[in-house]
């Protein structure tokens, strides 16, 4: 008897910094989300296709989902989540081992109450006993009807196999929507910018508000090289010294980082030229989230 085929949309969801970004890009086996320590680091609704022998898992990393901050970029990551969960086969529902708190528990009235949503619990790795397992879990089952518990570490890559199990036995059966080589359905403009926003956070995340976003004014690309140049949006005249460091040491850094990421994605030689534009206030007005490329 022939296996059927399954392929379907997967939110991977949960408050900020519980390593949603790390758990997508390990179960794709590649890095189409970026990291950083810093919380909320993702802005943008993020497809990572993984295709396997009769599976396509088409996931959708998403922010994480707050109501301690107002403001225009808040209001727009969390209808980006919203509307994930609105658009999917199946909900993953990512929490921290041993750490509940109110923005975990805001979330659960967005999840599905169908037998489609699983439970996440990343970094069981810090927790000291089954035990202490145990009653995390089980605190958290009471308030949610989840089909499935699955205790991961996403940065080591423990139980990852079981994850993608649970999940894609709860694939509905179809044609693949991608190409089997098919990492994400973002241009390589768009992870460019992430990639640079990225090591922005890593840098200088501790001392640049989140008033700082990436645009990409350049893209030239051909069979021998790629020409880059990327524009960094900050809010105010005083975070551009930030960003530059003493003698354009940060900057160059954070150039010099991104162009090697750039060149493992594409294989390719890259020239990548960054520079700072100020725009005052552009974070809290949705009519300039919209001109930089937010949803």
Not at 134 to 159: D, E, N
Request: hydrophobic letters at 40%; charged letters at 25%.
């Amino acid at each position: 008897m022939t296996t059927p085929f399954r392929c379907g949309f997967v939110a991977v969801v949960g408050r900020p910094n519980v390593g949603k970004s790390t758990l997508t890009n390990a179960l794709i086996g590649s890095k189409i989300s970026i990291v950083s320590r810093k919380a909320q680091t993702t802005r943008h609704r993020i497809h990572g296709v993984l295709t396997r022998d009769h599976e396509q898992f088409v996931f959708v990393d998403t922010p994480g989902f707050q109501t301690r901050h107002g403001g225009a970029m808040n209001r727009m990551m969390n209808r980006v989540v919203t509307q994930a969960l609105s658009d999917v086969d199946v909900t993953v529902h990512v929490v921290e081992a041993g750490k509940w708190s109110a923005g975990d528990e805001q979330l659960l009235p967005l999840l599905p109450k169908g037998g489609n949503t699983i439970l996440v619990v990343n970094k069981v790795d810090m927790l000291k006993s089954k035990n202490d397992m145990f009653a995390y879990v089980s605190k958290i089952m009471a308030l949610h009807p989840y089909s499935a518990v699955v205790p991961v570490s996403a940065s080591r890559g423990t139980q990852l196999e079981n994850l993608l199990q649970e999940i894609g036995s709860r694939l509905p059966e179809g044609e693949a929507m991608f190409e089997v080589d098919t990492l994400t359905d973002r241009p390589m403009r768009f992870i460019a910018a992430e990639l640079i926003r990225e090591k922005i956070f890593r840098l200088v995340g501790d001392e640049l508000p989140y008033g700082c976003t990436v645009v990409i004014e350049q893209w030239d690309e051909n069979e021998t090289g790629a020409r880059v140049a990327a524009c960094v949006v900050v809010e105010r005249e005083t975070h551009k010294p930030i960003l530059l460091g003493t003698g354009g040491v940060h900057m160059k850094r954070i150039a010099s980082e991104a162009r090697q990421d750039m060149v493992k994605l594409l294989e390719k030689p890259v020239f990548l030229d960054v520079y700072i534009k100020v725009r005052k206030g552009w974070s809290d007005r949705e009519s300039a989230l919209r001109e930089l490329g937010y949803e």
